[in-house]
């Protein structure tokens, strides 16, 4: 088979429900040859690769892969799944020379800086400043990094907001998240502010309201709240996330000095865009700053593009 161009790289988006791949020049972080697999027609991240690769006219020199998980020492470890990798294995496995993982975050975090107008749907009034930018991945799981200017363009700093505990605000709160942790102890961010938590939260509402709870996902939720005839329950529930949501990231801004602004990016993110676009959720961002009104500087934004992922591991290996 002949070889890419050393110009051209193998592009990964590798999670617990998909894994897209992609060809992309990483020069100009153009993407070609894109797919997208279900995670669980494949047993193993080289059988993924490998039915891949048998779809290009040419073998690659270079893969990056972003990756729902962690990555420590180039061993890479997917979120909710029992999978394990590291760069050497894909390399022997492979005979590929440079193989790059990073945490997903990391890479669509890298993208930020340089994202156009028409990827952007601006959610709150400031204009942009210079300094920090504050990034959020919305998904199955809840991920955050901040961007900060150097000399030399951007450091990506990454945290562990998931495991960050969420407080309450309310008597009413407080009983959905009673409801939403089955049990004693505290209830950390990632058990609220994803896709699972959306889905926890609609069936505490419907069990309150004396109703069984259908299996709906998040994204069942979302369209029924904002059908032309919503459901109440789903549009309370996602009056609630927003709220909650709004006030996450008002708190990151604060943490971060986000001067740069906040930027929501994933597909639950996007999937919700007409409920982040309320006034309710403007409100409820712009008082978490506290009375000092930092957060009322801040502009927020919806990232619109769904291939960050992609163009951020180009852009590792660029």
């Not at 440079?98 to 800086?113: E, F, H, K, Q, T």
């Not at 069984?212 to 369209?223: G, Q, T, Y």
């Not at 992609?310 to 290996?317: D, K, N, S, V």
């Amino acid at each position: 088979m002949q070889t890419l161009s050393d110009r051209h790289a193998v592009v990964g988006e590798i999670g617990p429900g998909h894994l897209r791949f992609a060809v992309a020049d990483i020069d100009e972080l153009v993407i070609d040859h894109y797919v997208n697999f279900k995670t669980s027609d494949f047993d193993s991240i080289e059988l993924a690769l490998d039915a891949y690769f048998k779809s290009l006219p040419g073998q690659p020199g270079k893969i990056s892969l972003a990756v729902a998980g962690d990555v420590t020492d180039n061993q890479a470890r997917i979120s909710h799944l029992s999978w394990t990798f590291s760069a050497r294995e894909l390399q022997n496995a492979f005979a590929v020379p440079i193989v790059s993982l990073m945490r997903d975050i990391d890479a669509v975090s890298s993208c930020v800086p340089t994202l156009p107008p028409h990827e952007l749907v601006k959610l709150t009034s400031p204009s942009p400043q210079s300094g920090p930018k504050g990034v959020v991945l919305l998904d199955r799981d809840l991920e955050a990094a901040m961007v900060a200017p150097n000399q030399h363009g951007w450091t990506v700093l990454h945290g562990r907001v998931g495991e960050m505990s969420f407080g309450a605000d309310s008597n009413e709160e407080l009983l959905l998240v009673q409801a939403m942790r089955h049990g004693i102890g505290r209830i950390a961010l990632k058990r609220v502010l994803t896709s699972t938590g959306l889905t926890a939260l609609y069936d505490a509402l419907r069990l309150r309201a004396g109703l069984d709870a259908p299996s709906w996902s998040a994204f069942d939720i979302a369209r029924a709240a904002l059908s032309a005839e919503p459901d109440p329950i789903a549009h309370d529930a996602l009056r609630h996330f927003a709220n909650w949501l709004a006030r996450f990231a008002g708190d990151l801004a604060a943490a971060y000095g986000a001067e740069g602004g906040i930027y929501l990016s994933g597909s639950l993110a996007i999937e919700l865009r007409e409920i982040l676009r309320s006034e309710a959720f403007v409100e409820s961002f712009s008082a978490a700053g506290g009375p000092d009104g930092f957060t009322r500087s801040v502009p927020v934004y919806l990232v619109t593009a769904t291939n960050l992922a992609l163009r951020g591991a180009a852009l590792a290996i660029s």
